[in-house]
DNA sequence: TTATAACATTGTTATATATCAATGATATAA
DNA sequence: TTATATCATTGATATATAACAATGTTATAA
């Protein structure tokens, strides 16, 4: 696995989460005594489906893919940023992980030991608010996602995600997607082949441009107009 | 909409969450004081998508369906049962519904104020706690959720939820449903009729017995063998 | 008691989608 | 530079599933 260093100043690190500011000095100093920053290569595992929770992690650089292992295929529930918690609902659910989260991008993960988070969030009620809203956000999401999924039929569904991303993640008609067709598919849970077809006839229509992982949006409307009609 | 009480003795009620354990007494006086005891009947909504959270719900007895709302078709997302709260991920997430419960059978709500709820859960870090196990574990079931109706398909998917209700919900091989062969379709995302016509496969074949909307697990090892077959 | 609606069942048909197969393009390592 | 693997593309085929249609069954209300 990756290099791991020992966190030396949460308190001024860029990366911090907002959680943090709803603690006090010697809460961070606690988390930092119990926090090992861990960088990931692409594709490296971060945790694994069905092993149990020992840390918490916060994804304090690059992005990650977070997904279900299925027999044959993969499903990727949904992708996350820097600056974000991952799987709280596992450190204060069952503590076994029902899903693999994995490196996009070369990636700085924090761990910190999970009964030290649990205590701190029981010993203070402003932190416990913030993870518990952050949780509650990232449920939302995949009650969104479920939906889109079992709703609209492939067209559709992949108009929704190529807004998404452009409207909501990068907030720009054009982005570099971090993920390769088959991970495309597998966030769109559709095959691969279909996956790209689909990308081509758009492309094809003057709907988006490609150029390798890069997309543009250049007609938007259409897209929400193909997502309406399913 | 249905009748409506005044909450006059959360103390000594035989359906109040275990949570409120974590509360002292004035705690749940000023719940008590902040709640109206609602009674549904069946098909009545609780909760409607796309509405503002008001209340928290709080499910004292009876049970219901959360279902999201799309264009042609439902997809029910879980079942709930008695003395369980519902959807709290929106009371501390976005404040909007999207999804709609409705009473399977008739019901009694807790519906208490959302300021309320949120301020006590706020200065109470251990109420707060356990109401983030609770969110945990519900999104930990949706994560499941989401795999099962995408990786398996039909036959495997309905051998699931049978073995799901009989095993999990019900702990009885024979077990009453309160849903119609649309709603098992719904809670399945595959239409009734599949539905009806696999339901009746397995009865052919002796695997299941089925009397209106009682069901009798006759080979669970059979299902077992199908799910994991797909 | 009959009329009406909701629910359940069964067969048939159409189609969306996965799967299979072959090939091309690009990156990576030897 | 060539070899090798990963990734992307395109076409052809098979099939799981939804949609349609018709009818039977049960509950509910008038």
Same mark, same amino acid.
């Given at each position: 696995m990756a290099k791991f260093i020992k966190a030396n100043d949460c308190h001024a690190c860029p990366y911090k989460s907002y959680s943090l500011t709803k603690l006090d000095g010697t809460d961070i100093d606690n988390i930092q005594n119990n926090c090992l920053i861990v960088t990931f290569k692409r594709g490296e595992n971060i945790c694994k489906q069905g092993t149990e929770v020992t840390h918490a992690l916060y994804l304090a650089k690059g992005s990650v893919k977070l997904f279900v292992e299925g027999k044959n295929k993969n499903l990727i529930l949904k992708l996350i940023n820097e600056r974000k918690?991952? &799987?709280?609902?596992?450190?204060? &659910?069952?503590?076994?992980? @029902?899903?693999?989260? %994995? %490196?996009?991008?070369?990636?700085?993960?924090?761990?910190? @030991? %999970?009964d030290i988070i649990l205590k701190l969030a029981q010993s203070n009620v402003e932190y416990l608010f913030e993870l518990t809203k952050t949780l509650s956000e990232s449920t939302n999401f995949v009650y969104k996602k479920i939906v889109d999924i079992n709703q609209k039929q492939l067209r559709g569904r992949l108009a929704d995600i190529l807004l998404y991303f452009s409207e909501t993640v990068f907030k720009n008609p054009t982005f570099d997607l971090k993920l390769t067709r088959k991970e495309l598919a597998e966030y769109s849970s559709m095959s691969m082949e279909n996956t790209v077809r689909i990308l081509n006839e758009y492309k094809k229509d003057g709907i988006i441009g490609i150029d390798g992982r890069a997309f543009t949006i250049l007609q938007p409307e259409i897209l929400r107009k193909i997502s309406e009609l399913g």
């Open positions: 918690y991952i &799987g709280l609902q596992s450190l204060f &659910g069952d503590r076994i992980y @029902n899903y693999t989260v %994995a %490196a996009l991008e070369d990636s700085q993960i924090c761990m910190i @030991n %999970a």
